[in-house]
């Protein structure tokens, strides 16, 4: 059982920006791939961002290309979800999440994921 935490959401104004942290629980996170995806409301969670186990692989939606950067640290478990330029639009709850395979930008590819973090940006 993987367990993941996120932090560094808050408040921030537009054009703003906000680092995303996401640790995991377990020895064997350096065998998954992560991704970062965010919800708002009752509406579909939708994927932001993927990373593949060694960092070699990364895939962006489109709304997140130039603007944010993922990466990982393997040695300390964690994920990260850098956001520059934030834009009111990017407000959500923003999710990590563990897969060992599969389509990275849908949600069925993941078998862990952490509680959410939420994102607010101001116009």
């Known amino acids: 059982q993987v367990q993941l935490v996120e932090s560094g959401g808050g408040l921030v104004q537009a054009g703003g920006s906000l680092r995303l942290s996401c640790a995991a629980s377990?020895?064997?996170?350096?065998?998954?791939?992560m991704g970062w995806f965010r919800q708002v409301g009752g509406k579909d969670r939708d994927f932001v961002a993927a990373?593949?186990?060694?960092?070699?692989?990364?895939y962006y939606a489109e709304s997140a290309k130039g603007r944010f950067t993922i990466s990982r640290e393997n040695a300390k478990s964690t994920v990260y979800l850098q956001m520059n330029n934030l834009k009111p639009e990017d407000t959500a709850v923003y999710y990590c999440?563990?897969?060992?395979?599969?389509?990275?930008?849908?949600?069925?590819?993941?078998?862990?994921w952490g509680q959410g973090t939420q994102v607010t940006v101001s116009s």
């Open positions: 377990e020895g064997s996170f350096w065998r998954w791939t």
């Open positions: 990373v593949t186990w060694n960092g070699g692989r990364l």
């Open positions: 999440a563990a897969a060992r395979g599969g389509d990275y930008s849908t949600t069925t590819a993941y078998d862990y």
